[in-house]
């Protein structure tokens, strides 16, 4: 029933992973979207702001130092160490970003963005160990429901509001409100449960890497399957490179509407 339904999502556990969820999000729309509106909005270059997407490979190649994470055991314990590490990261960066502009320090601010981008993507390893360890099998399809909610949240939080608040208040200190919100979640993490049954780690790192590379090819139709992931996200990370930037200066669209309209409607769509 939904009352049944109800009750398995909102126990303490699936409202923890709703809020990682909501931490793994919130540094992607300030390394994308965001981070591509301010530079439009200070004037950079569009060949610039092109390079911008670069910033985002750390999420590309998060598998190569993922079986590094998991081998390193931090002292207050395999998973929560990790996440609060990458959160204190995140704060710190985001911070960073909030001294800088585009205008004036475009390189440096990339650098930071990208820096950003690697602590969001080993945040986004550890979270992902964490609710597979701390889940139980039957449980992990609602666990990612909650995640992805969490995760959503978040893209609207950093993607639209804080255009919004850009349009009011400014990057900088829309940047510094966004370093507060992760601050919120690692109060979270600090309350969170470590798991007590963690997945044991590889018995080195050469099996860590191969292994689970080698057992994926062996699946039925697995080369299929990636080409699918490619062909299917190419159309639309062509299309979504520069938009922020074609509605700002190409269209002249104000912050407010596209914070609002296209990623509140967008979202909802």
């Known amino acids: 029933t939904m009352q049944t339904k109800l009750k398995t999502l909102l126990t303490p556990k699936m409202l923890i992973i709703l809020i990682l969820g909501f931490s793994s999000g919130l540094p992607l729309g300030l390394t994308a979207g965001t981070l591509q509106a301010w530079y439009a909005i200070d004037g950079v270059d569009f060949q610039t702001i092109g390079f911008l997407a670069l910033v985002g490979q750390p999420y590309?190649?998060?598998?190569m130092w993922a079986p590094l994470m998991d081998q390193i055991v931090l002292p207050w314990g395999r998973?929560?160490?990790w996440i609060l590490l990458c959160q204190a990261a995140l704060i710190v960066m985001v911070g960073v970003m909030s001294t800088m502009t585009p205008k004036d320090m475009p390189l440096a601010l990339s650098l930071a963005a990208l820096l950003l981008a690697f602590f969001s993507a080993s945040q986004d390893i550890a979270i992902d160990a964490y609710r597979t360890d701390i889940l139980e099998p039957e449980n992990r399809g609602n666990g990612?429901?909650?995640a992805v909610t969490g995760y959503r949240i978040s893209m609207l939080v950093s993607g639209g509001l804080a255009l919004v608040l850009?349009?009011?208040?400014?990057?900088?200190l829309s940047?510094?409100?966004m370093g507060a919100c992760i601050a919120l979640c690692m109060l979270a993490t600090l309350f969170a449960k470590e798991p007590k049954d963690a997945t044991k780690p590889a018995v080195n790192m050469l099996a860590a890497c191969v292994d689970p590379i080698k057992e994926f090819l062996t699946r039925n139709k697995a080369l299929s399957l990636l080409a699918l992931v490619v062909l299917?996200?190419?159309g639309d990370a062509y299309a979504g490179s520069l938009t922020i930037s074609f509605l700002l200066r190409g269209v002249g669209f104000s912050l407010t509407e596209v914070g609002f309209l296209n990623k509140t409607i967008g979202l909802i769509a």
């Open 60 to 63: 590309v190649y998060k598998f």
């Open 79 to 81: 998973r929560k160490s």
């Open 232 to 234: 299917y996200k190419i």
């Open 175 to 177: 940047y510094q409100l």
């Open 144 to 146: 990612a429901a909650m």
């Open 166 to 172: 850009a349009d009011q208040i400014g990057f900088q």
